[in-house]
């Protein structure tokens, strides 16, 4: 079976452990045998590294809340707490006299952010909680911020705040939404509010000198310079299956009951090439006509037609990742002959060999990973049911 897509290419990278102030506690790590890495859009990233265990570089990374600092030519890739640490040793392999392997997995700092819940207040602790919900309309790049600062940032309980983390500068995303949410998982209520937004949002965490940059980002359509085709032989395999709309109209209950209860329609009322579909949203937690259009838009957002897209793809010359980011919007030929279908780079996959040089495998589609692995498919419709509820249900603390 045949090796597909270019050649492996070249990078630097420079990696050390950092304390979780963001002190370097080791020497930089230079005898590393491989590196991976996954970069995610609006979810924390990953990584891996494999190197000869020596005391000191275990002693580093075994340090309580203990980082790693990963470099490629000059920028910090990735940085953020470490997961776990696996030590591997046999005499067969390493021999009596050998040092073993260190296997050191890591995640970016956004996985600090996803350990915070959103408080109903976030100035009052989880035990003194007086208020049913926090809901806020504005500017969905201002609610993200919000959201973020009140409970992990410097605006939020002394205990609750995240060492060295602040906001970045303001990305100026425009529109408005209304979001509600109570004890969610934070990065759920940021995923939530990008995913309404009528401005496409990203967000991501980022080391900038002594500080862990929260910053909010516009992807960019580049759907007019990035390719990825079969005949440009960069594009390993795809997976594309368009879906009608599940729903198109949306009948929103909110409080009371009965004939008292507040009902409202939503969407289109020509729906054009689609079928009328009619779904019911439980709105209960709304407290207006405004919140319950709101939870029925988002609803219908949700449940709109789509063209479910996963593409494993490859760098090649002209078009490397830089040249693209996470989020951005590029073009991808389904089909040979057929129109391009637009849709973003979801994660990009790098794998670095000290003696062979990097590989990167972009992947595109909003929803890649359930196609691209089945078994997460049921799961994650779940997590997505869930997720929209989170808006509309309070949950018992």
């Not at 391009?340 to 062979?356: G, K, L, R």
């Not at 990973?369 to 498919?377: T, V």
Request: aromatic letters at 6%; glycine letters at 8%; one cysteine or more.
């Amino acid at each position: 079976m045949g090796v597909y897509g270019p050649p492996p290419t070249h990078a630097r990278y420079i990696m050390w452990v950092t304390d979780h102030d963001l002190t370097p506690i080791s020497q930089q790590v230079d005898d590393w045998t491989s590196i991976s890495v996954t970069l995610r859009h609006n979810e924390p990233s990953s990584g891996e590294f494999t190197a000869p265990q020596t005391r000191d570089l275990v002693e580093a990374v075994r340090t309580p809340r203990a980082r790693i600092v990963l470099e490629r030519d000059g920028e910090i890739l990735l940085a953020g707490p470490i997961e776990s640490t696996p030590l591997v040793w046999s005499a067969d392999e390493h021999g009596y006299d050998g040092a073993g392997d260190l296997t050191v997995r890591w995640a970016d700092d956004l996985a600090l952010i996803a350990g915070r819940l959103s408080y109903p207040n976030p100035a009052q602790a989880a035990t003194a909680q007086t208020s049913a919900k926090w809901t806020a309309t504005g500017n969905p790049e201002t609610l993200i911020r919000d959201l973020v600062n009140l409970n992990a940032g410097p605006g939020a309980l002394s205990e609750r705040q995240i060492p060295q983390l602040v906001l970045g500068p303001s990305a100026g995303a425009t529109g408005s939404v209304t979001w509600s949410t109570r004890f969610q998982p934070l990065t759920d209520d940021l995923r939530g509010v990008a995913a309404i937004s009528p401005t496409r949002i990203g967000f991501r965490t980022q080391q900038v000198g002594s500080t862990i940059e929260f910053q909010v980002y516009l992807p960019t359509d580049r759907t007019q310079g990035i390719w990825f085709s079969r005949s440009m032989g960069n594009v390993l395999s795809i997976e594309h299956e368009p879906e009608i709309a599940v729903a198109t109209v949306a009948i929103c209950g909110g409080k009371d009951a009965g004939a008292n209860r507040l009902i409202l329609e939503r969407g289109a009322a020509d729906v054009g090439s689609q079928h009328r579909i009619e779904v019911f949203v439980d709105g209960s937690g709304a407290d207006n006509s405004t919140q319950l259009a709101a939870v029925g838009d988002e609803e219908l957002a949700n449940s709109a037609e789509v063209q479910r897209l996963a593409v494993r793809a490859a760098d090649i010359d002209g078009q490397r990742y830089g040249d693209y980011q996470l989020g951005d919007l590029v073009a991808v030929e389904a089909y040979p002959g057929m129109p391009d279908v637009p849709d973003i780079v979801s994660a990009v996959e790098i794998s670095v060999d000290p003696e062979n040089g990097e590989t990167v495998r972009p992947i595109i589609g909003v929803n890649s990973a359930q196609m691209l692995n089945p078994a997460a498919a049921v799961q994650q419709h779940i997590l997505r049911a869930l997720a929209r509820r989170g808006a509309l249900v309070e949950i018992p603390a």
